[in-house]
């Protein structure tokens, strides 16, 4: 069996290369209605989006984390040149204990609709390192994150310039009973 949502979640890759080009106003409201669109648990929507598109604070955030990962200064091995990234993040005080799973949920219709129309993306955990740094304060207070909110996840969105093959599809990972 075969559609368009099957399809899209086959055919989506974690991409680690991206053009300069920036995404349009459709294709970013396109993605962040999707977003929205997740459920979450009792509908409590424990969440805040930002984006970010100024690539210059993009660069500091990606040269702070190799900092702390003693990388390759200049080389960003955080976004992978994507010229947007959201951060998603949720309150301290979570409305339900399955806050950080609903924000997960969102990610995922985030990628898969940017897949659907042609983007890609790359979810990621890291960014967390810096932001829970001695920077951490000054680059909530950049990606206007609201008071009292916390990181869960990012997206890296893009016009994939590398992709990679399908992963390999483990045996024995499901259990009928």
Request: hydrophobic residues 45%; proline residues 6%; negative net charge.
């Amino acid at each position: 069996m075969t559609n368009a949502v099957l399809q899209a979640i086959a055919d989506r890759r974690s991409n680690r290369g991206y053009a300069p080009r920036q995404l349009t106003e459709e294709e970013l409201d396109a993605i962040m209605l999707a977003a929205v669109q997740a459920p979450s648990a009792r509908n409590t929507q424990p969440w805040h989006f930002s984006i970010v598109q100024d690539a210059a604070l993009l660069k500091a955030f990606s040269d702070d984390y190799n900092r702390l990962q003693s990388s390759d200064p200049g080389r960003d091995i955080l976004f992978f040149g994507a010229p947007t990234v959201v951060f998603i993040t949720t309150p301290v005080e979570a409305p339900t204990k399955f806050s950080q799973v609903d924000c997960g949920i969102a990610v995922q219709n985030m990628a898969l609709a940017a897949q659907s129309i042609g983007l890609g993306s790359v979810i990621l955990g890291r960014p967390r390192e810096v932001l829970v740094s001695e920077k951490g304060a000054h680059y909530a207070a950049a990606f206007g994150f609201p008071e009292g909110y916390t990181f869960a996840i990012a997206i890296a969105l893009g016009e994939p310039t590398v992709t990679k093959a399908a992963h390999v599809v483990r045996e024995g990972m499901i259990t009928r009973v």
